[in-house]
């Protein structure tokens, strides 16, 4: 049973920058995995981010990035802003797909 | 532009099966690279993928719980079907579909509650 590991909870200061990380329980995150990054806040359906390591949607903020960082695959915001307290989820494929458990973003 | 919209039932009684139709618009599953995945959320938990279908009717799915799951395709009416069997408590969860073209999930449906309870 393949497992995705991201960091439970981060918290933030207004305007400052955090990484977010995704782990393989199989090994080292590549490109091959084709990691995607998804936003969501209560009550609303996901909201995707970052496709295939560091793409961006054409709605995707400015201060999000998608990298492969130290074997992992990161989900950096640079200057965060209050909106962007919610829960995270990367994404990764194994020839089925798995997500990660998630992250509570809060920004204080 | 691209939607989704899941629908079925919103209660099954353990060891009955759900039927999900997810019916789309703004885009074709004759598309080279297009898919259709669907998604699940527990309460208050993390997502789980479940199960894609692609373009060509190739089908992946979740080994955990492939055994249950069937997923299809009908191209003409823009739908695609999720059906999963022997439905217990613990399946309680927000179902969504989304749209994927090759390696990205880029839109997703709002999301339907279904609830399994005797």
């Known amino acids: 049973q393949t497992v995705v590991t991201q960091e439970p909870s981060l918290t933030v200061s207004p305007g400052g920058t955090v990484t977010l990380t995704c782990a393989s329980s199989t090994g080292a995150v590549t490109s091959g995995y084709y990691p995607n990054w998804f936003q969501q806040k209560p009550g609303q359906a996901p909201r995707a981010l970052i496709y295939?390591?560091?793409n961006k949607h054409s709605w995707t903020p400015a201060r999000f990035s998608g990298s492969l960082l130290g074997g992992k695959a990161a989900l950096t915001l640079s200057g965060v802003q209050p909106e962007d307290e919610a829960e995270y989820y990367c994404l990764l494929y194994y020839g089925a797909w798995v997500f990660g458990g998630g992250t509570k973003l809060t920004v204080l | 532009q691209i939607t989704l919209k899941e629908s079925g039932p919103t209660l099954v009684k353990p060891t009955q099966t759900l039927t999900l139709t997810c019916t789309f618009s703004g885009f074709s599953l004759s598309t080279s690279g297009v898919g259709v995945g669907w998604i699940r959320q527990p309460p208050g938990k993390a997502l789980e993928w479940l199960a894609l279908?692609?373009?060509?009717?190739?089908?992946r799915y979740s080994p955990s719980l492939k055994s249950r799951l069937t997923i299809t395709k009908d191209t003409s009416k823009n739908q695609v079907v999720l059906t999963m069997t022997n439905m217990d408590p613990v399946d309680t969860a927000t179902y969504y579909c989304?749209?994927?073209?090759?390696?990205?999930?880029?839109?997703w449906g709002q999301g339907t509650l279904v609830t399994v309870s005797s």
């Open positions: 279908i692609y373009w060509d009717d190739d089908k």
């Open positions: 295939s390591t560091s």
């Open positions: 989304a749209h994927v073209d090759t390696a990205q999930f880029d839109y």
